[in-house]
T-cell receptor, first 110, second 121 residues
Framework: EDQVTQSPEALRLQEGESSSLNCSYT??????LFWYRQDPGKGPEFLFTLYSAGEEKEKERLKATLTKKESFLHITAPKPEDSATYLC???????????FGKGTMLLVSP | DAGVIQSPRHEVTEMGQEVTLRCKPISGHNSLFWYRQTMMRGLELLIYFNNNVPIDDSGMPEDRFSAKMPNASFSTLKIQPSEPRDSAVYFC???????????????????FGPGTRLTVT
């Protein structure tokens, strides 16, 4: 059974204080790893897809990286508007569905 | 595009009543997913359709839950009878599987609707 574990559950940062969120996974052959952002009262919003170990993708202050066992979402010089819950999900090779982690709730204070 | 549309946004009902949640996927997408989100269990897949056909309903909790997709632009999730433990946020998501629909070698992004917050008292 595929498993996704995200840590920490919650993270509080000061504006400008860089940090990383972790997503550890076990899957029988990774087809893709996905990062989503979810704001309160809204549905998850797609951010990145990573396909193979060593791959990196960037979007504004966010950079996602992937190894064979985990993915990191690096947040550089965060702003209050980066506050949200960040969800990680995996798609196993041979399957069309995603398995989600429970997310990391990020709060960036001004 | 308006994105995935869900209705109602909020539903409050009494135990034992029937609840119907509705979803309009993004035009051109051929896959539709129903999820349930709670604090305890996170985001769980209930069922997904490909080309309007249910492919995997193993996440449907019990017979009280049913889902239909009569055409490419509409799907419903029904709970009958509802129970307090069904209280959660229900999301619909859609996607486009680029290789033959049922191909399992595709990788794709799912686009989520705003969700329906269901409260059963």
């Amino acid at each position: 059974e595929d498993q996704v574990t995200q840590s920490p559950e919650a993270l509080r940062l000061q504006e400008g204080e860089s940090s990383s969120l972790n997503c550890s996974y076990t899957v029988s052959g990774l087809r893709g790893l996905f990062w989503y952002r979810q704001d309160p009262g809204k549905g998850p919003e797609f951010l990145f897809t990573l396909y193979s170990a060593g791959e990196e993708k960037e979007k504004e202050r966010l950079k996602a990286t992937l190894t064979k066992k985990e993915s990191f979402l690096h947040i550089t010089a965060p702003k209050p508007e980066d506050s949200a819950t960040y969800l990680c999900a995996v798609q196993a090779r041979g399957y069309s569905t995603l398995t989600f982690g429970k997310g990391t709730m990020l709060l960036v204070s001004p | 595009d308006a994105g995935v549309i869900q209705s109602p946004r909020h539903e409050v009902t009494e135990m034992g009543q029937e609840v119907t949640l509705r979803c309009k996927p993004i035009s051109g997408h051929n896959s539709l997913f129903w999820y349930r989100q709670t604090m305890m269990r996170g985001l769980e897949l209930l069922i997904y359709f490909n080309n309007n056909v249910p492919i995997d309903d193993s996440g449907m909790p019990e017979d009280r839950f049913s889902a239909k997709m009569p055409n490419a632009s509409f799907s419903t999730l029904k709970i009958q009878p509802s129970e307090p433990r069904d209280s959660a946020v229900y999301f619909c998501a859609s996607s486009f599987l680029s290789r033959g629909g049922l191909s399992t070698d595709s990788s794709y992004e799912q686009y989520f609707g705003p969700g329906t917050r269901l409260t059963v008292t």
